[in-house]
């Protein structure tokens, strides 16, 4: 029996209120040699069958010894907690003795053991995570099976399953693949990306559609992460680790009895600092990639009776700034389109730098500068970079309550997190001093209230409600800077303005300190979802070796969405605003493409003698609106009408605050799944899981564009066994995943453009909109073998056939799209984006006695994927050719923990497969890493 099974039956015979009592020497006995056997130091190696049988007789005497106890006292005796056993072969000192075959999850909210649940299941545990400090969301997953990070920034990055999920997730809508921690749902993707996670006992995954159980229902699977609890067992760790790039991580973790059997709490506090591995140039102290985390999380466990205990936690994590964006190597553009026509590279960073503007500067040049990172290889060059700022905090309220052979749980949370993006164009030039960033401000509110009945029987059961209800404020914010308008300008623009002083000067203000709430795909978003559901979920044991498992969810939806894009402020050159965008006021004046003066009335007029005073000089008589004006020459007008037209190209749409047509609907949700026990070491199922997820409220352009909720269809037969005398496991599924309506960006009918120009053309645009057909099939194989001395070995691996189905409305990659391409293509048949046909994971765990009561130690984890497109538009410049990346740890320590140092290597082989492509840019990868981790008992 375990250590904290143990633990736990010990406390809850000690906290009765209404019978006090209290073991007998006999259980007491039993308890204190099971613990050894479970969790103590071995004396020496055993058999497999002939732990498991000790264990087994531990098990049932201390069980028969609390059952007399409590028969004589007239108390219900607790349903027993789940075993685990010892490992296989087991060498002295052994870190963990838990037999591989009793390795047990929580992510059907009851703990059970991996082999006997009919899913496609993967688990790493805590203490795996940490001998090799894999710390973040990117390194957990390379630890999972068939599971993809795919890295952006802080907002954009996002979990793929079975190789469905990479398309970056817009603010209104859901993630595909679910994250919960501790028994809360993140309903927002960005949740996962900036935290350390710390103190972690196990992560789950798993795969298929899920809600009928616990929590948001989600369309491709969930990541069930448990941080270790309050225990009344005093414990203080800590780790220092210390590495290249000025790393330091330091973490601690303490808790135990505040007052003995009654309250106890427990600590986990990370700091994390150091640089990126990429240098801007403008200013050397910025690096890309940097590290600045500091978070903290506080627990505490209220035990006044056997049948109730409550549980507090608090997390914050301050607001601090990580250089992430622009962390791109510029290449050259190429000069041929797919069809064989000539790129004249109008718009191209190479035409616009050769201007005199910016060759002025003359110890800046494109070739060497802004090309292949620059002079050293390794570098951005950035004028106003900013650091991502992102921030969070986090309440919950656990509450369980053991009633008639059931458990009543309660789940109360709150969580908010805030993220800012400043961004740059990578240049010393003053173009942007904000190249496009949200700003967000979300928060999510849940409470959950779920029953469960005890296992065993005919049928066991669990049932709850949900209830989740989603704020967020998000704000896409651009500003211009004094170089701006020479860079936007055409080239015809650029040369005729770039000829006197006055259409230099116009040419500045046209767009300097302009700053808007800007149109991508809203400026200003209100959004506002809402969820109810109830859900249930049954084992019915028909016989003993066959189960059936069915699950139904209903959820009903209530999401809004309110936006505008509006201008902030007018900037330098306010009296060169148009006279109106799709009905907003900008007070502009009215005149054509050569400058000459349309229908305006005196107002207007004398904003445009007040141009001709400002940039030529020309005396104005206000008696005499629009004469100044009027005096100007044909050039000078016309340079004014340039000047205008370069800030009106950039204001781009603006619109009044509208509301997009609101989502509301219900959605069911259900699983059916039939398993077979062949023999107490094979076990196979079937399942079949059924999820939607809710529609999106957006607007696109001003005017309401709802997308339909995504469908999901999810296959499973897989066999579950124990082999070689239980030193392998082997679990393996075959799986098909089928979409409908599977939520992308996709290329829309742009009404908004279509109705401006009314000239019997259809123009089309980018937005998040739907898929009509998606597949997904394939094998997955997940094991751990304990078979050789001193070693344990994991593995997963997977072959994943990811494909649009039907999809003929797709964005036209940047080589396709060329003078007279079609508005969209299609990807009917071909690989999503980020789907690697073959993916892998190995790791590796070697202990040995050494010195006495010292241990010596390996570890090592190594990722692979194959080669996958990373272009959402599958431009053939984006194919990503297959690599692998490797974690090692190497150290020392004794065996009681007390201390233990490690030599930690990053990417131990310096892959440089860049994480993402396009036709002229390239995101390098993470640079090898090493640092030394010292950890140790306080």
Same mark, same amino acid.
């Given at each position: 029996?375990?250590? &904290? ?59 028969? @010894? ?30 963990? #003795?838990?037999?591989? +075959? ?23 545990? *805590? ?6 400090? @894999? ?9 999972? *099976? ?18 469905? $999920? ?22 927002? &993707? ?186 050293? *290889? ?11 700022? =992102? ?8 509450? #369980? ?10 789940? =109360? ?23 496009? !960033? ?70 500045? #203000? ?61 900037? /330098? !050159?306010?009296?060169? &605003? ?105 076990? !196979? ?51 098909? =995943? ?29 937005? =998040? ?27 997963? !691996?997977?072959?994943? +056939? ?40 190995? $790791? ?44 090692? @740890? ?16 990053? /990417? ?31």
């Amino acid at each position: 029996m375990s250590q &904290n099974n143990i633990k736990r039956a010990a406390q809850a015979a000690r906290h009765n209120k209404t019978v006090q009592f209290r073991l007998t020497p006999f259980a007491a006995a039993v308890a204190a040699v099971a613990f050894l056997a479970a969790g103590g130091v071995q004396a020496q190696e055993k058999s497999a069958s002939e732990l498991q049988a000790e264990v087994t007789r531990l098990q049932q005497a201390l069980e028969k @010894a609390q059952q007399d106890l409590n028969k004589k006292q007239g108390v219900a005796a607790p349903a027993p907690a789940p075993v685990a056993a010892p490992v296989a072969t087991v060498a002295p000192a052994a870190e963990e #003795n838990v037999a591989l +075959d009793a390795v047990v999850i929580r992510s059907r909210n009851r703990i059970e053991k991996l082999q006997d649940v009919p899913l496609s299941v993967s688990v790493v545990t *805590g203490k795996e995570l940490d001998r090799t400090g @894999a710390d973040d969301i990117k390194a957990i997953t390379q630890r999972l *099976g068939n599971v993809s990070w795919n890295q952006g920034n802080q907002r954009t990055s996002s979990l793929s399953i079975r190789g469905i $999920g990479k398309q970056s997730q817009t603010e209104a809508q859901d993630p595909s693949v679910g994250v919960i921690v501790d028994g809360v749902n993140f309903a927002y &993707n960005a949740l996962t990306s900036s935290f350390n996670y710390h103190d972690v006992e196990a992560v789950e995954v798993t795969r298929g559609p899920q809600g009928t159980l616990l929590g948001k229902n989600t369309s491709l699977g969930v990541i069930n992460i448990s941080t270790r609890k309050p225990s009344f067992t005093p414990s203080a760790d800590y780790s220092l680790t210390l590495g290249q790039r000025d790393r330091v991580i330091g973490k601690l973790a303490a808790g135990g009895p505040i007052v003995e059997d009654l309250l106890a709490w427990r600590g986990a506090f990370v700091v994390d600092k150091g640089r990126g591995d990429m240098i801007n140039a403008d200013n050397r102290d910025q690096s890309y990639q940097n590290i600045d985390r500091v978070s903290g999380r506080v627990q505490f466990l209220l035990t006044p009776t056997a049948d109730f205990n409550a549980r507090l936690a608090l997390e914050m994590q301050p607001r601090a700034g990580e250089y992430t964006n622009g962390r791109t190597i510029n290449t050259p553009t190429p000069t041929v389109y797919s069809n064989g026509t000539t790129n004249t590279l109008g718009t191209d960073a190479k035409t616009r730098l050769s201007r005199g503007w910016f060759t002025q500067q003359g110890n800046y040049t494109y070739e060497k500068d802004y090309l292949y990172g620059g002079r050293n *290889g390794n570098s951005v060059n950035a004028d106003t970079a900013r650091p991502l700022v =992102t921030g969070s905090r986090g309440a919950s309220l656990e509450l #369980n309550w053991n009633v008639a052979d059931h458990t009543l749980t309660s789940i =109360t949370a709150y969580k908010d997190y805030h993220f800012n993006a400043v961004n740059d164009e990578g240049t010393p030039f003053d173009i942007h001093r904000n190249s496009g !960033g949200f700003w967000n401000d979300y928060s999510q509110r849940s409470q959950e209230l779920r029953i469960s009945s005890k296992a065993g029987g005919f049928v066991d059961y669990q049932a709850g409600l949900y209830l989740i209800n989603v704020s967020n404020s998000s704000e896409y914010q651009r500003e211009w800077g004094n170089d701006a308008g020479a860079w936007f300008a055409n080239n015809g623009q650029y040369g005729r303005l770039s000829a006197t002083a006055a259409g230099q000067v116009l040419m500045q #203000n046209s767009l300097d300190r302009l700053t808007m709430a800007y149109n991508s795909p809203t400026g200003l978003q209100s959004i506002k979802n809402k969820s109810g559901a109830i859900f249930a979920q049954a084992n019915w044991h028909l016989t003993e070796p066959l189960t059936l498992t069915t699950g139904i969810r209903l959820t009903r939806e209530d999401r809004t969405n309110t936006g505008s894009s509006f201008v902030r402020d007018y900037g /330098n !050159g306010a009296e060169l &605003n148009p006279v109106a965008v799709n009905g907003v006021q900008l007070g502009g004046f009215a005149s054509n493409s050569q400058g000459v003066l349309g229908t305006n009335n005196a107002t207007q007029l004398s904003l445009a003698d007040k141009v001709a005073n400002k940039y030529f000089g020309v005396a104005v008589d206000p008696g005499n609106p629009g004469a100044a004006y009027n005096s100007l020459t044909a050039d000078q007008k016309r340079q004014v009408s340039d000047a205008k037209a370069i800030r009106a190209s950039q204001m781009g749409v603006l619109f009044n605050q509208t509301r997009a047509e609101s989502y509301r609907d219900t959605q069911p949700a259900f699983v059916v799944s039939p398993s077979y026990k062949f023999n107490p070491n094979q076990t !196979g199922y079937f399942s079949w899981q059924y999820g939607e997820k809710a529609g999106i409220s957006q607007l696109t352009n001003g005017l309401s564009n709802l997308v339909k909720p995504e469908k999901t269809n999810s296959f499973e037969l897989g066999l579950k066994s124990a082999l070689l005398d239980k030193t392998l496991i082997l679990n393996t599924a075959l799986y098909l =995943t089928k979409i409908r309506d599977y939520q992308q960006s996709v290329r829309v009918l742009d009404q908004y453009t279509t109705g401006l120009n009314a000239d019997g053309t259809n123009y089309y645009t980018s937005a =998040t909109g739907n898929v009509a057909k998606v597949e997904a099939k394939g094998i997955e194989v997940d094991g751990v073998y304990g078979g050789i001395r001193n070693v344990t070995l994991r593995f997963a !691996g997977s072959y994943n +056939d990811a494909r649009y189905k039907d999809f003929k409305n797709a964005a036209l990659a940047n080589e396709d799209n060329y003078s007279g391409a079609p508005a969209y293509t299609d990807f009917t048949g071909k690989t999503l984006p980020g789907a690697s046909k073959w993916a892998f994971n190995f $790791g590796g765990d070697y202990r040995k006695p050494v010195l006495g009561d010292k241990e010596f130690h390996a570890s090592f984890n190594t990722a692979y994927y194959s080669r996958f497109n990373s272009d959402n538009s599958l431009s053939t410049y984006g194919w990503i050719s297959d690599y692998s990346t490797t974690d090692l @740890a190497i150290g020392i320590g004794r065996t009681d923990k007390s201390y233990d140092v490690s030599l930690l290597v990053k /990417n131990a082989f310096a892959d440089d497969t860049p994480l993402s492509k396009s036709w002229n840019s390239y995101n390098p990868a993470t640079q090898r890493w090493f640092g030394v981790m010292f950890t140790g008992k306080l």
